[in-house]
């Protein structure tokens, strides 16, 4: 069965990876691509979209049998990270295929798991299901978690209850129970220029961020002392790291721009919380007061990129034990990045994530994913529908 299917998904795969979706840009081209198949196969499919209607999220469902059962979920993002084309050995938005590699951008994050999906669709549309399969595809995962919102307010609105859902992200096809949150800064500094001969002439943007910078490691160290006895993640705390630094034009001109971009992984909202209010109380008391008071021009602003809520471990979760007991997987794993897994869960939904591919290749240059790992993603379907009809 799955030797029959396997070459429509590398198909598949191929066509999903010539869209060029990274976060931001239009999927709307690709969305109709799963439409079409999904639809082809009987699918009753909707869409909700992002405020200029540039992205969508495509939420596709093949009914069951018996319309009141609860259904499952498979779930992807159809956004990829950026691709810098000289820096990869082959084009990164064509499929290139060497020893039983799929090489290209979201081949493993996660276009891999998409394209099964779609691959496995007309088979559970040829079976007598006894509870519905559902196909969810979201834009801009990757920047925040910015469709899977929309997406889950409009199923409320629809009154849709589900049983199961299974996020695909790349876990080596292991069941992954918990992971931390994400959220994203980026905090600007604007402060006055000048010739450096005269430090009183300007204000240096640069020496206002690393005030701020040195208020985040103070908080980064508190983090690590608020340590839980959450032991279900590696390392067993919330982390904080500023990841870029920019400003400045020369050593002999105060600078009068500087932007830090940092992100926190809270293992819970407690934590998230504790950063948030920390550190804008430190703006408001006592940066910006001293910034103003220099140059009413002066100003300090943290926008935020994106918060996602943690995924949290379930008591006796319908998902992991549906997915355990399909992959034979009981390693419970958890994963220290953040995925769309805590909404689905916010939302009311048992989740799971289990997926082809390992972390070690997403985001990274010449991507790519084993022919053995979509082969294994296949199985789990296909045991999946097993299932659903008995
Ligand atoms: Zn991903």
């Not at 020496?207 to 390392?235: D, G, H, V």
């Not at 982390?239 to 020369?250: A, H, N, Y």
């Amino acid at each position: 069965m799955i030797d029959k299917i396997f070459p429509e998904t590398l198909k598949i795969l191929d066509n999903l990876i010539k869209f060029q979706t990274v976060s931001g840009a239009s999927n709307l081209d690709l969305i109709q691509y799963c439409e079409e198949i999904l639809n082809k196969s009987g699918a009753k499919s909707f869409k909700t979209f992002n405020k200029s209607s540039t992205q969508a999220n495509l939420f596709s469902t093949l009914e069951a049998e018996n319309a009141n059962q609860k259904g499952i979920v498979l779930s992807g993002h159809t956004d990829v990270v950026p691709a810098n084309p000289s820096d990869w050995a082959s084009d990164p938005y064509v499929a290139f295929k060497k020893d039983d590699k799929v090489y290209g951008r979201g081949t493993c994050d996660m276009k891999g798991f998409i394209a099964c999906t779609l691959a496995v669709a007309p088979l559970f549309a040829s079976s007598k299901l006894k509870k519905p399969v559902h196909f969810s595809y979201t834009f801009d995962e990757e920047t925040g978690c910015l469709g899977a919102p929309l997406v889950l307010a409009d199923l409320k609105k629809r009154n849709l209850d589900f049983s199961a859902c299974i996020i695909g992200e790349p876990t080596n096809m292991k069941a992954i129970v918990a992971n931390k949150g994400y959220n994203e800064y980026v905090t600007h500094f604007t402060g006055l220029s000048g010739h450096a001969s005269n430090p009183d002439s300007g204000i240096s943007a640069i020496e206002y961020a690393l005030e701020y910078s040195n208020k985040l490691m103070e908080l980064k160290k508190q983090l690590i002392k608020r340590k839980t006895n959450n032991r279900l993640f590696s390392p067993p705390y919330s982390t904080l790291q500023i990841g870029k630094i920019s400003g400045g034009i020369g050593a002999n001109v105060i600078a009068d721009k500087c932007s830090l971009e940092w992100e926190v992984r809270p293992i819970n909202k407690d934590d998230s919380d504790f950063v948030t209010k920390n550190i804008d109380d430190f703006v408001k008391e006592i940066l910006l007061p001293k910034i103003k008071k220099n140059n009413s021009k002066g100003n300090i602003e943290k926008k935020v990129i994106g918060e996602v809520v943690g995924f949290n471990k379930e008591e006796n979760s319908e998902s992991v034990n549906l997915v355990c007991n399909i992959t034979g997987d009981n390693s419970n794993g958890t994963m220290s990045f953040g995925t769309e897994a805590g909404l689905f869960q916010n939302s009311g939904i048992s989740t799971v994530i289990c997926g082809p591919g390992s972390i070690d290749q997403a985001h990274t240059v010449d991507e790519y994913i084993t022919y053995e790992q979509l082969k294994k993603c296949l199985k789990m379907l296909v045991s999946l529908k097993e299932k659903m009809v008995n």
